[in-house]
Structures are given as C-alpha cells and as structure tokens.
DNA sequence: ATTTAACCTGACCAAGTGGTCAAATATTTT
DNA sequence: AAAATATTTGACCACTTGGTCAGGTTAAAT
C-alpha cells in the first residue's frame, strides 16, 4: 500500500482539484482502515494514520475534519463491500450453490481485505456505538431476507433443521471471519508461516465442505 | 494469629495487609477486564480502570506499577480459564462426548465471562503484541495433542475427514467466541432484546449439532 | 510502645492528544 | 492577469495521558 501512496503522490503536479481531493481520500481512508484496524476508534490517533498515510496530519483533519467522522467514513465502506459479497444468498436458489459461494466470497474478503473485518469487529466488541444504525436497519434487512431463504430450503428438505437459521448464519459468518481477524493468531500457529495463496484455496474448501455438512449437504 | 482474632477484626472493620491486596487485586483485574474489552490496551486508560474499580488511580499503579503490567495479568488469567474449559478434549475419547462437552464448555464460558474472550480477541486483532509467547508454547502445545486427537479419530472413521483438523478446531473456536465477542451485534440483530437462559442453552445445543453434523455426527 | 513495613492518595509532570488557524501555494474562473 | 477558490502545512492550544512522589494512615513485628 505504501507503493501505491507513493505512486499517487509521484503523479501529482498537473492534476484537477477535484481528483487530487479524490486521491488523498482514497489514500487517507486506506491509511485509516489499517490503523483502526489494529487499535481501534479509540486508540488510534490522527498522527498515526497521518504517518501510515504520508501526509501531515494536518491534512487528515482538512479531508475529514474529524477523528470520528474518518472512522464513520471507513466503516460505511466495509459495509458496502460486506453487502455485494453477500450476494450470492439471493442469486442461488439450491443451497448447496448458494452456501457455496456465499462462504468463498467471505473467505475470499477474509484474505483480500483482513483490516476491514478488524474494523468491523473492533467496533462490535466495543459496544457498536457508531454501527447501531447500519446494524439494526440494513444488516438486519438483509439477516431477515437470509434467514427465510434457509427456512424454505428447511421446509424442503433440502438442509436439515437447526432449530434457529441465525445459527446457522453466525456460524458462518463467524468461521469466515476468524481468518480475517485472527490471522495474528492463526500465523503463530502455523510456525510463524502465513498461508500461501494455494494453501489458503485449500483452507476455504475445507470451511465449504464442513459448513455444507453441518446442514447434512454432501459437497 | 487465630481465626477467631481475624474475625474479630474484619468485624470491626480491619483488614489484614494479606487481605486487603488481595482484594483490591481482584477488583482491579475485574474493572480492568471490563476496560480492556471494550477499548484495547491502547484505548483503554488507567483513569477509567480506576473509576470501574472505585478505587483512585494511583491505587491501580500502586498495586500493578504500570498499565501494559495489569493488561499482561488479565491476559494470562483469561489464558488461565480457557485452558480449564479445554479439557474435556483430552478426557473423553468418544468424539461425540468430547466434541459436546467442549463446544458446551466454550459456550458457556461465553456466555459467563464474555469480557475475557473480548480482550482476547482485541488483543489478537492487534497483532498479539503481548501474547506472542503464550501462543507460540502454551497454546500451540494444546492445539498439537488435540489436532492430534481429531486425526485419530479420523483415522478409526469415526469422523469425517475435514483435511486439516485445525480447520474444524478453529471453527469451534470462532463460533463458540461468536457469542462473546459479537454479543453487541447479536443483541440489535435479535430486536435489542438479549437472550434468556433458556433461549441461550437451546443455542448451544444447535451450536453443538451444527458442529457434529459439520463431520459427520449424527447428534 | 515504638519501630517497621505496607497501604493510600492528592498534587504534580512531561509527553502526547484532537483539533484550529493563518499564511503560503496551487488551480480555476473571470 | 487578476480575482476567487481550493489545497497544504507548520505552529499552536487546551486537555488528557501514564506515571511519580512525598507525606499521610494503618497494620504488623519487635
């Protein structure tokens, strides 16, 4: 990331007001999404991601006025990005498709995007006090509609029972996630040795085929 | 000295030295854990630790001389009681036994003392900067005899193979942590009502289903 | 009873903290 | 070209931070 900071500020010199504002946005949030990542809303300062983002901190407070307003602006684009991975639950109509895909667009998030994951549970463990909207409107929508799909594929006999399909549905999520968020843990683990990328493909089929079989489909 | 003679004392409202480290020990650890889980070590201040504790700041340095040397204390107890909650893996050797009461085990634990499992999780999303040490001996010892216990068990078909066994314990781990960790979500996704003992122990036995059936357990 | 050792805490400090601002610079508009 | 607008940033400020310490109180040992 810092190749691309440099890279973006190396172009500069002859470019619009508009887009040198769209650049450091981006390059600010990045820088953000990173520091909250690790210390959360609380413990991460403007100087860090001032630092991290290789501008004055100044500079920080003259995008997004505010610490606070910085961080309501990264977690609303994890949001979005949580959302089109979620997908897949409503373009599939047989489960085993649908849990499929579902499950690897989550890993693949996992992988691609740990520092957002991180955001969002750093921000859940301390209480969701600036997520409570998004939680209980959007997400929740979007739980309701998840949680009848699995009720019908129940009724058909297509998945077994288990009792209540948000279980289901967090074990999910939570299964994907640790990935994300526990890569610390799961790297020490593993004898300091991060996942390669074909290790990692071999991972997500392992969490397919358990997720699948914990609702009695044979992958 | 007598019991009798202590007694006396701590009726009339003297407490010997012992004691009274002790206690304020226990109550600082506790209003730390509190702290901890919802702002980090970062975000978390000795003010607040203190006014949780009821007890002036220079109190919490007095007994813990610095911050880093409290959070490090409440890390290795949460440590201490994790471990206690894992041991039904070595002492049943049916898997459906010892993969029920585990799953149990964790849930509970969950649900008792989430405030431990929140630190935890903080201190992994940010790197496991202080836990370095506990994870690379303490915890990967436990986690090598019970991989171990689950390729034997693979071995005799009494489970399905799911590849790595890391995958299934760290299924294990992140669902049963779910429950902590993202207790807040849980709440507003559940209408901002809390889950009742009763409602809560009718999730564990569909965590626990879920699991078994995830390696082809019929519960 | 007196000394010793542990406990207690308000006052204090140096090092940050989020945020402001004015002045300098760069681009756009007229 | 000049006025208007947007970007950049060092200097600055009020406030908070972790941590210290002196001087007091309380319990234990002599």
Redesign the interface.
Known sequence: MGDQIVAVKAKRGQRSKESIREDNELIILAAAEKVF????????TTKQIADVAKLPKSNIHYYFHTKLNLYRRVLESIFVEWMKAAEPFNTYDEPKEAIRFYVGAKMDLSRTRPFGS?VW??E?????PEM?EI??SR??KW?DTCVSSINTWVELKKI?S???A???L??I???T???A??D???I???N?KKLTDSEFE??K???I???L????IEP
């Not at 990542?37 to 991460?44: E, N, P, V």
């Not at 859940?124 to 969701?128: D, K, L, T, W």
């Open positions: 990542a690790k210390h959360g809303l609380k413990g991460s991180k549970a750093n859940i463990i301390s209480g969701a409570e939680l209980s997400l929740k739980v077994n288990m009792g209540d948000h279980t289901f967090y074990m999520w939570a299964t996630q640790h990935y968020d526990f610390y843990q799961l020490i683990l593993n300091g071999e991972k089929q392992q969490v085929d358990l997720v079989r914990s609702v009695g």
